[in-house]
């Protein structure tokens, strides 16, 4: 069971990327999946999940707008497109795994970095 995120890079306010994150082992689709960031000497925050149930996307106020969760069954893959970023965006962004039977996060992508500056 593995998530592998990837898609960070720099970028310019008001940029764009789109970043990705493949799952293995398990099917996305059955789970509820989140992408989490957390920006220098912070903590973590979520950014956007999908609740697999109804499929229904929520976004945090801050990227509601800007940021699009989207993804493709035949790869397994979400993504998080995110346009007119803002320095206060950038973080290291993980993909991961919510499970009902803990409340939590259970599997945990290795982050990519996202840095907005100009």
């Known amino acids: 069971v593995q998530l592998q995120a990837s898609g960070g890079g720099l970028v310019q306010p008001g940029g764009s990327l789109r970043l990705a994150c493949a799952a293995s082992?398990?099917?996305?689709?059955?789970?509820?999946m989140y992408w989490i960031r957390q920006a220098p000497g912070k903590g973590h925050e979520w950014v956007s999940f999908i609740n697999s149930g109804s499929g229904m996307i929520y976004y945090t106020d801050s990227v509601e707008g800007r940021f699009t969760l989207s993804r493709e069954s035949a790869k397994n893959t979400l993504y998080l497109q995110m346009n007119s970023l803002k320095p206060e965006d950038t973080a290291l962004y993980y993909c991961a795994r919510f499970s009902v039977a803990t409340g939590g996060m259970d599997v945990w992508g290795k982050g990519t970095l996202v840095t907005v500056s100009s």
């Open positions: 082992g398990f099917r996305y689709s059955n789970y509820w």
